[in-house]
Structure formats: C-alpha cells, structure tokens
C-alpha cells in the first residue's frame, strides 16, 4: 500500500516530466479512436441510406455476368411486363420500375462536367416513391416531359445551378437538353453523388434505349408479410432469368460495394499503430530518465526492505497511470477528431450529419486497452532496470548504473538482426516470384528496423562523432559540448533518434517506390506507345458513337484506333476443352500505337481477319503456338474459329495477360448489342502536324467534356501527379508518426534539461551567455534530429531500392531515387531539431544560475 | 581598524589598484512586507587585491549570499557593487555573464566539473567560451602548481574528490581572473585533500599574486587566508589579520556566548 502511495505521489510529482509521453498515447489513442469512429460513422449512414432507398423486394436484370460485362454504355435491362408480373405475386402490396443509370454524363450550359470530382457516381433516375423517402421537393417542381430535370441542392448549389437552367445529359444513345424544373434535396445523408430525376419515359427512352425497360423493380410487401415470404412469392411470379433480393440481400450487396470504408479503416489504423510505435520509444527514454534520476530514492527503498519486485511494479504503476490518463483523453480526442474529419468530408461535398455518429463499445475498449498495455510495455524495461538498483545505490554520490553487458548483447543481437534482415531484403531483390518475394521484403524491413533500433547507440555515438566533425565544430566549444551531450547517454540518442528514425525511412522508401513508378512508366511509355494521343474518361467509362465520330472526324490524324475491351471470351481449345480468358479488339493500327513484344509471330498479323494472338502464360500452359486453331465464343453468341498469329511477350507490361484481335474479327462472333463501346481511342498525328492535330482534336472533343484528350506529355504528367497525389496522402498520415518523434525529441531534451540543472547553473556561472546556452541545446537537438534523418532515410533507401528490384517482376524496370526528396528531408530534420529545441533551450537559458547550483 | 587593506601586493591584472571588489551599502532582502527576510543588511566590505580573504559566519548569517553578489551571480536589492573598476549592480545579464567569463573564477563545494569533459578541457573551459586562446606557459605552470599534469586526460568521474576540487582550482585561476570565488571549496573533502587545495590556494596567492575570496565555516580553513570577517545577521561584524586555527575558533565561541547572552 505504501509503495502504492509512493507510485501516485511520483506520478504526480513528476507530471510534469510525463506531459509529453502522455500526448504522445492521447494522440496515438485518439487517432486509432478517430478512425474507428468515423469509419462506424460512416457505416451506419451508409447503412441508413440503403436501408431507407431500397423496396422489400428488388427484382433485377440476372446479374451473374455482371462483374466482366463490359460496357456497353447502357445498364442491364428488364422488361416492363415483370413490373406487371410483380404486382400480381401474392403479397404484394404494389409493384413500380425504377429506371436508373449511372452511365451519363451531365454538363451545365458552359459545357462544363457537374459530375462529382470524388468518385462518387451521377445517379440520373426517374422519380418514385423510394425518393420520396430521402429526398424533399425544396424548389419548383418535379419533371414533367422530355425536356424537364430536378437536381439534387448540393449539386446545384456547388455549380451555381439555378431553376430555368439547362443541362445537357450525354449518354451513349446521345445526347438531350432539359431544363431545371426543380431543386430536391437530401433528408438522409449525401453520400456525395449527383441526383438528377427525370421523367420515367425520359429515362427509359434516352438512357436505357427501350421505351418498354426499366433497371429494376421496387416490391412492396403488403402488411404482415415479412420480405423472405415476398421474395419467394415474387419468384414465382416473375419465373426463371431475375434476380430477386430481399432488402437485407439488397442492401448487403450494397454495403459491399463500401468495402473501401474497410480498407480505409485499416489503412488509418496502421498508421495510428506506427505512430503508437514511435511514441513508445519517448515513453521508454521518459521512465529511463525518472529511474536514473531517481536511483538514490530507490536505493533507499531497496535499503529499508523493499524487494526489487516491489521497486519493479512501483514504477510499472506509474505507467499504469500515464496509459490510462493517456488514452481517456485519447478517446475523448479521438471523438473530437472524427467529428472534424466529418467537418473536412461535408466540405468535399458529402453530407454527413453528426446526428449518426456512432461510438461503440469498441472503441473505448480498444483504444484505452492499446494505450495502457504500450505503455506499461515500454515501461517494462525500465522498470527492470529499476528493480535492479542496488540499496548501496542510496549511498552513492550520484550514478547510473551502467549495464555495459546487456549494451553488448544489445549490439550483437542488432547486428545480427540487420544482418539477417539485410539477407532477407537481398533474396527479395533477387527474387524470381512476387510472392515469397513480398514476404522476404516484409521480413527484411522488420529485420533490419528491429535491428537498427537495437544497434542505435552504438551507430548514435559513431554517427553523432561523424556529424560533430562536419557540422558542429563549426561552432567551437559549444559545438564540442553540443556533441559531447548528444554522446553522453548513446541509449537516449539512440531511441530518440530511432523514433525518427521509423517515420522517415517509410517516407524515403515509398518515395523511392513512387519516383521509380512514375520513371519506370515513362520508359515504358516511350519504349512502346507509337500513338500521339489517348483520348479517355478518368473514371473509365467508354467512349460513345458520337464521340468516338469525333475522334474520327478530326483532321490531320494519320490514323485512329479503338480498343475495346471485350472482357472474358470462351475459348475451345484445339483439344477441345474451353477455357474462359480475357480479350482485347482493337483496331490493326493498334500494332503501330503500342509496341506488344512477341516471341513468336508479328503483332500486326494479329489484327488481320480471323487470326488472334495469345500471351506467353496462356500458350505455355495450354501448348499452344503460332499457326494453332482455337475457337472463340462470346456469351450466348455462336463459336468462331481462328488462326493464333503471334504470342505476346510476357515482358510485356502493358496489357500483359490477354488475348489480342482485330475488330472486325471479333464482330464475327460478337452479336452487335453485345459488342462493347471503346474505353480508349488512340491517334496518331499525320508527319509533322503533331502540334495542328493537337490543337484539332481537342476542339472536336470540346463538347464532349467527359472525355480528356492527351498528348504523351499530358499523359506522362498526369501519371507523375497521381503518384504524387497519393504519395502526398501517405506522407500526410505519417505526418502524426512524425510529430510524435519530434515530441520525442522535444522530452528528450525537455528531460535533459532538467538532469542537467546543476551543469548548466556551473557553465552559467563561469561564463556561458544565455544564448550560448541556448545554442548548446539547439545543436545537440539538430544532431539529434539529424541521426534520426541519416538513419531513417538510408534505411528507408534500402528499403525502397528492394521493393523496387521485387517489383520489378509487375513491371517497376527503373529505379529512380528521388535525391531532391531525400535532401529536403534531410534538412528538414535539421529544422524539425531546431524547432524542437525551441522550448527547451528557452527554459534552459531562463533557469536562474543560483539555483540551478543549489539544486540537489 | 582604519582600512581593510593593509598591504598591496601586485595582482595577477598587474593593476594598479589596491582593491579588487568593493561593496556599499549591500542590502539583499527576500519577499516582502512582513514575510521580508533581509540576509544582507547595508554591508560595506572592501576585498584586498592578491589577498586571500574569507568569510565566516553561522549559517544564515549571510556570507554566501554576500559572495554571490560580489560575484555577480546574485542580484543586489540596493547598494552598490564594483569589480576591479566595474559597478556590476547596474549591469545587465548579457554583461554580468560577460564579467563572469573574463574577471571572475569559481570553485563550488561540489559539482565544479562537466562530466562530459576531461580534466583539460574543463580548465579551459572558460577560456573556449569566451574564444580565447590560453596561454600555454601560464596552463602548464598552473597545471603543475597544482600537481595534475598526470591526469590531464581524465574525465572527472575517474578522479577522486580531492582530484576534482584542484581540477576546479585550476580551472579558476588558468584565466588569470581579476578574483576567485570560492564557495566552501573543502566542505566535501576529508582534511589532508582539504589541506592540499588550501595549500594551493595558498600558494597561488603567494606566487602568482591571485586575489581569493573564499566563504567557509572551518577554523583550520579560514587560517589559510590573510584576513577572515565575520558576518552575523546579514552584518559584517568583525574581522581578523593573519589568523589561526585557534584564534577564529575563540573568536567564533566569543560570538556564540556574545549571541546567546543577547
């Protein structure tokens, strides 16, 4: 009990010198609370949103094929006889089409896209009584007639859309012009798309091509009839060919579809762990220090009879303590923090309500469960350390045991272990297969970061004497002290600088990863792109009749090319077994436009009547080569034989895995309904008038603003900002590891500091100035910082340079290292210790000399 | 007793004035109102340059308080303070630091050294701060005077107590400072290492002219210096030439009776 005592009263004594380790768990906790909330957040609004938008009973086009059916443009379809045929099952209540496409572009009058820039779709749908259940009239009226259309209010307010406006909808039956008949706006949550409700015939006739089709069916069941009861009685009516979903089966198909709110989830919560990770090495430096400048208190304790167990779980206590104190308020933050992430959602346009926030009960547990049990971790060894404490301890002037032994296994198990992860990481370069390659990879990065944590002292006094001589000596004696600080503990510097140390090295690594991305692209884009231009949709949806025409139509073009992608195509082997394989039709000029190597045959032959080619994986397994006969079907259509005419290299990177024929080929055995629109067109410029051609085919793509025309500049330039974008958001999450670190760095010197009270009022004393003082602590801070960065980033190069080799096998040829990257980081370790020294160099230059000298 | 200085021996300066430091009217008082503690009470002292004076006193009677004032480490609440030909009273941190640096060495009771430092290095402590040079021929016969030149490589955790304070000595005088504090520079030793740094402090007034100023509570100690003043409740209230071991320790139990009958 008293040891109890004693452990409260330290913690407390002593807050002050926990304040840093304890923000370290508050945003560790609060970051992996965060994200637990806001994810449940998401899910329950998402969950309300389907449940309150889908029927008890759903009737759909038989959708077994539609995950490879490849697009065409218009959704899948179903008469309206079944709407009919559904209303008469037993049950039910009524029955009404919906009418739905995600398929169209809406333009405003200057031409310009009000599609959602997140991802999220343009719904354009007719009005039924679903709507009526999320969505209020606030303006004007529902559409009425061909030319009317009502718009959701935070799509019309976003682009300045008003009553009377027009807006064109481009689909690809064509295009119409309707004016805005009315403003509707969300009751439930936005989950961010565009609304548009246009009058059922409308729909029907210009987006679905059938006046007598709908997409789906709405059932309502009639009172006391439960959906399972409905579903089967629905079946019955409507016969074989449809898809019937209860609202459960429905929405769960939905849900699925939010699968990235999972990924999403643990992606953020990976991050927040890294970041627990870095702040265990300030709790471990943070009760290492309270030990060592408690030794004399311990002894006494041992001394009068306390049992190193008993020495050993006061300190554990105090840990207790920190890691509850920690994540409460972690918790607690963590909420707050989801909330703003709501705050930061609803300004990229969705409108999520805090009315839905969810907490449940595993977030607190989890997040005050993870806080305590680092935190008592980390604590553990100090704690050893401190049961260790001798009772002559109390007689000593002053001493911290030093453990020269463990220091040594220390070291050799560090470099064992970065040998060994070193090993790992080579077989991983060297690796022939992506997968046991991934796993040397990932043993080798664990290897060697285990490792050079370990090892951290001893590089920190090698390093530290390494950085003396070319930074601080430039500074003079208060360099050399400078340095000799930064020497005199190599475990602190090691772990304040390890924690570092971590951030950085997945910092330097991704960057190495993502610039050899963006080279290896660009060689492979002049290697084997012949085509002057792609035309495309970001979103990957195809190219219509009309505006394919345009393509076509432009001038000075040597030649256009379409590339369809047909998706899976059966294929009978000359055995006479089928296999289901991917296919590709494209125009013969495609030869020309991107370079497919082969080892056997010619690519151009490919694309003549009634030949194909096969990738090299495909031959080999099936021992198929060049002059061999397979036959080809497509869906419900009739088989077509044909000539194999070359094999594809499987070096090739580009559309590595599938077979390749010409158009006119495949419409041998594609029925026409079926054939699928372009997803990419290329062109190619007539000798010399690249800049004409240019200029021409974007004026003919000009009304057709969903399509985005690209010379190869453009493209490889789109390619370097979207690696850059989603490098950008890698760093910005391990933007919290690295706050703790400098907070790490920040208590490391805050800590120091006041060890060193006695030391500094003596140097005071004798002649040090304030700022000279102040200066000490900058640059042992700076050097610090500055073995943390030298650690981190040639970890992380290594690291990068590895996973490149491994990847390498997908296509990754070109290692690129990013060396303006690298030396920004590098010296922006050298700012983040100078910042980090800020408060405690002030606090140090303010302390009085007098008493800082009678200090104890 | 007509002046505090009686006879002038050349400083290590070479100045020509007699005194080194010189207080007027010191008063040091804490807190205020009726909580008002005073621990210097209007002092007038004068230090002898290259004399070795110290400060006795009983505890609470003000003498660290007075020699951190004169050496500038402690703020005056009135009076006036001069070092050499400086008033420090009026000097801001920047230049008190300055003086520090430059006219003034230290020997504490203990914690004198930086650990992170060998021997060497901490007695050119001072002079590395302030980007001087030191002079080689004074350091080597600094070093030797106080008997270090075998240990000049060592860290002060691998030298003993004794070791340490003659370290802090050196340090102390290497600079040539105007004036040595010390500020009961044998409390932690046992008497024969107390004697030896005694003896050097000693000696470097004899033979390179030093003026010391040393606060102690040791008879034996004070009979090394050439004058010894008493300070009770924040006064100065007597002094003595050329002491002993036995005449300061009468004079301290004369003190005690005089104390206790009033």
């Known amino acids: 009990m008293t040891l109890l005592r004693t452990s409260l009263r330290n913690f407390f004594a002593h807050k002050g010198r926990m304040v840093l380790s304890g923000l370290a768990v508050v945003l560790s906790v609060a970051f992996v609370c965060g994200t637990l909330v806001f994810t449940d957040t998401m899910t329950t609004t998402f969950d309300k949103l389907f449940a309150d938008s889908s029927a008890n009973v759903t009737v759909s086009p038989d959708d077994e094929e539609d995950d490879e059916r490849p ?13 009919e045929e559904a209303g008469r099952a037993e049950g039910a209540e009524r029955a009404f089409g919906l009418a739905v496409s995600m398929a169209v572009t809406v333009v405003d009058s200057d031409n310009k896209s009000i599609s959602p820039t997140t991802g999220a779709p343009t719904i354009a749908t007719n009005w039924t009584e679903l709507d009526e259940r999320t969505m209020k009239l606030t303006s004007g009226e529902l559409p009425e007639g061909p030319a009317e259309v009502a718009v959701d209010a935070d799509t019309a307010k976003k682009h300045g859309l008003e009553l009377g406006d027009e807006l064109r909808t481009i689909a690809a039956p064509g295009d119409f012009t309707a004016k805005i008949s009315g403003i509707v706006t969300f009751e439930a949550t936005n989950p961010g798309a565009a609304v548009l409700y246009f009058d059922t015939a409308v729909v029907q006739e210009r987006l679905l091509a059938d006046p007598e089709a709908f997409t789906h069916v709405a059932v309502v069941a009639a009172d006391g009839v439960s ?11 409507v016969g074989q060919g449809y898809a019937v979903q209860t609202q459960a089966e429905f929405t769960d198909e939905l849900k699925a579809d939010m699968g990235f709110l999972d990924v999403m989830k643990w992606v953020l919560l990976g991050f927040a762990l890294i970041a627990l990770l870095v702040g265990v090495f300030l709790i471990v430096n943070t009760f290492s220090m309270l030990v060592a400048q408690r030794t004399r208190e311990i002894g006494l304790m041992r001394a009068i009879g306390a049992d190193r ?13 920190l890691g509850l104190f920690g994540s409460l308020v972690g918790v607690a933050a963590g909420v707050g923090l989801a909330v703003g992430l709501m705050a930061l959602m609803n300004s990229f346009g969705m409108s999520l309500s805090t009315d839905d926030l969810t907490i449940t009960w595993v977030t607190p547990v989890v997040g005050v469960a993870l806080g305590v049990l680092v935190t008592v971790l980390a604590a553990y060894l100090p704690a050893r350390r401190a049961g260790r404490v001798s009772p002559m301890a109390a007689l000593r002037d002053s001493g911290v045991p030093q453990d020269g032994s463990a220091g040594r296994v220390r070291a050799v198990a560090g470099l064992v272990l970065t040998g060994g992860g070193a090993l790992a990481l080579l077989f991983a370069a060297r690796a022939d297969e992506a997968a046991p390659g991934a796993l040397m990879l990932a043993l080798g990065v ?8 370990l090892v951290g002292p001893l590089l920190a006094s090698v390093v530290v004497r390494g950085l003396s001589v070319v930074v601080l000596r430039l500074w003079g004696p208060v360099g050399r002290l400078a340095e000799r600080n930064a020497l005199r503990n190599p475990r602190r510097t090691g772990a304040t600088g390890a924690a570092l140390m971590i951030g950085l090295a997945l910092v330097a690594s991704l960057s190495v990863v993502g610039a050899s991305m963006v080279a290896s692209a660009d060689r492979e884009l002049d290697r084997s792109v012949g085509a002057d231009f792609i035309v495309s949709n970001d979103m990957g949806a195809p190219i219509t009749p009309k505006a394919a025409e345009a393509v076509r139509s432009a001038p000075r073009l040597a030649h256009v090319t379409e590339y369809r992608a047909l998706g899976g195509v059966e294929v009978t082997l000359p055995g006479g077994e089928e296999v289901r394989h991917d296919a590709v039709a494209a125009s013969p000029t495609y030869a020309e436009d991107v370079r497919v190597e082969t ?16 990738d090299e994986a495909f031959a080999d397994k099936h021992g198929l080569s060049v002059g061999d006969e397979v036959s080809l079907r497509y869906r419900d259509g009739d088989a077509e034989p044909l000539r194999i005419a070359a094999v594809t290299s499987k070096e090739a990177s580009l559309d590595g895995g599938v077979m390749f024929l010409g158009i006119r080929t495949a419409e041998t055995f594609v029925p026409e309904a079926r054939m699928p629109l372009p997803m990419l067109m290329f062109g190619k410029a007539e000798e010399g008038q690249e800049a004409a051609a240019y200029q021409g085919l974007k004026e003919r793509m000009e009304p057709f603003p969903q399509y985005q025309v690209r010379d190869q500049a453009d493209y490889k330039a789109q390619l370097r900002e979207q690696v850059g974008q989603l490098l950008n958001m890698v760093y910005g999450l391990l933007a919290l590891a690295i706050i703790v670190a400098i907070l790490g760095v920040v208590n490391t010197l805050a800590l120091s500091v006041v060890e060193r009270t006695r030391e500094i009022g003596l140097m005071r004393a004798i002649g040090l100035s304030r700022r000279q ?26 690291w990068g340079a590895a996973a490149q080799q491994l990847l390498a096998l997908e296509g990754l040829r070109v290692l690129e290292i990013p060396w303006a990257t690298i030396v920004t980081v590098f010296f922006g370790a050298a700012v983040v210790g100078l910042v980090a020294a ?3 160099a002030f606090r140090a230059g303010r302390m009085n000399v007098l008493s800082a000298i009678a200090t104890e | 007793m007509t002046t505090a200085v009686t006879e002038s021996r050349t400083g290590g300066g070479g100045e020509s004035t007699a005194v080194a430091a010189r207080a007027r009217q010191v008063v040091k008082a804490y807190g205020s109102g009726e909580t008002e503690v005073v621990a210097l009470d209007r002092v007038d002292v004068e230090i002898a340059r290259g004399a070795f004076t110290a400060i006795m006193g009983p505890s609470g009677s003000g003498k660290s308080t007075l020699m951190h004032c004169l050496a500038g480490l402690d703020a005056v609440t009135s009076g006036q303070i001069w070092v050499g030909d400086t008033e420090i009273t009026s000097l801001k941190d920047k230049k008190l630091t300055r003086l520090r640096r430059d006219k003034i060495g230290f020997i504490f009771q203990a914690f004198n050294l930086l650990p992170t430092l060998n021997a060497l290095e901490n007695i050119t402590l001072p002079m590395d701060i302030a980007g001087v040079r030191p002079d080689r021929e004074w350091l080597d016969r600094v070093v030797s005077t106080v008997g270090l030149s075998g240990r000049l490589k060592h860290r002060p955790s691998e030298l003993s107590g004794g070791q340490q304070q003659r370290v802090a000595v050196a340090r102390a005088l290497a600079s040539r400072p105007e004036i040595i504090f010390g500020d009961e520079p044998t409390g932690n030793l046992d008497s024969r290492a107390g004697a030896e740094v005694l003896g050097f402090l000693r000696r470097s007034v004899d033979e390179l002219g030093q003026t010391i100023v040393m606060v102690t509570h040791d008879p034996v100690a004070a009979a090394y210096a050439d004058r010894v003043l008493y300070l009770a409740d924040g006064r100065l209230v007597d002094e003595m030439w050329r002491p002993t071991a036995e005449s300061v320790l009468d004079r301290m139990k004369a003190f005690d009776t005089f104390g206790r009958v009033s």
Not at chain 1, 228 to 237: F, G, R, S, T
């Open chain 1, 71 to 83: 697009s065409t443009g218009i959704p899948a379809t179903l008469p309206a006889s079944v709407v």
């Open chain 1, 227 to 237: 959906d399972e009861l409905l579903k089967k009685q629905v079946l019955a009516a």
């Open chain 1, 309 to 321: 167990r008993q020495v050993n779980r006061s300190v554990l206590v105090e840990a207790v303590l």
């Open chain 1, 446 to 453: 664990l290897l060697s970061l285990v490792g050079f944590v």
């Open chain 1, 599 to 614: 080892v056997e045959g010619r690519m151009a032959d490919a694309y003549r009547q009634g030949a194909v080619s096969v």
């Open chain 1, 773 to 798: 003082l102040r200066r000490m602590i900058r640059l042992e801070s700076v050097v610090i910082a500055l073995f943390g960065a030298l650690l981190g980033l040639g970890l992380g190069l290594v």
């Open chain 1, 838 to 840: 800020l408060v405690p």
